[in-house]
C-alpha cells in the first residue's frame, strides 16, 4: 500500500491518494477497510475508487458522484490494471463544483507519477 498524503488543498478540502495490487471488489473493500484503520483517513469524507481487471472496470464514488469514473478512464489510458487508486477528500465546508473533478484527476496523476 501506498499513500501520498496532503496531495491537493483547495477551499478547506484536502485529498490524498493511495494504490496498491487489487484483483477484486472484495480486494477493493479491505483495501479501503486496512486504509480507514488510520485514524486521519476513517474520518475522510469520500473514498472514491477504480481499478481495471480481467473480467472488466470496476469502482466506488463513495458519494464523490462521477470521481469513480475519472479514476477510471486515467487508469484505462495508462494501461494499469489489477491496481486499485483510492482518492481520499476531507470536505473542508464549501463545494468545489467542478474543480472537484480536476483535483481528482490531479490526485491520479500524482500518483501514477511518483517514483
Known amino acids: 500500500m501506498r499513500i501520498l498524503e496532503n496531495v491537493i488543498s483547495d477551499r478547506g478540502s484536502k485529498y490524498a491518494v493511495s494504490g496498491g495490487p487489487c484483483r477484486s471488489e472484495d480486494e477493493a473493500k479491505a483495501f479501503v477497510k486496512e486504509l480507514c484503520r488510520k485514524k486521519k483517513f476513517a474520518k475522510a469524507t469520500h473514498h472514491s475508487w477504480g481499478f481495471l481487471t480481467a473480467d472488466g472496470p470496476l469502482k466506488n464514488d463513495d458519494g464523490e458522484a462521477g470521481a469513480g469514473m475519472v479514476i477510471l478512464r486515467?487508469?484505462?489510458?495508462?494501461?494499469?490494471?489489477?491496481?486499485?487508486?483510492?482518492?481520499?477528500?476531507?470536505?473542508?465546508?464549501?463545494?468545489?463544483?467542478?474543480?472537484?473533478?480536476?483535483?481528482v484527476q490531479d490526485a491520479v496523476r500524482i500518483y501514477l507519477d511518483a517514483p
Do not use: A, P, Q, S
Open 74 to 103: 486515467m487508469l484505462e489510458r495508462e494501461g494499469v490494471t489489477d491496481h486499485i487508486v483510492v482518492v481520499t477528500r476531507w470536505y473542508g465546508g464549501k463545494h468545489l463544483g467542478g474543480d472537484r473533478f480536476r483535483h
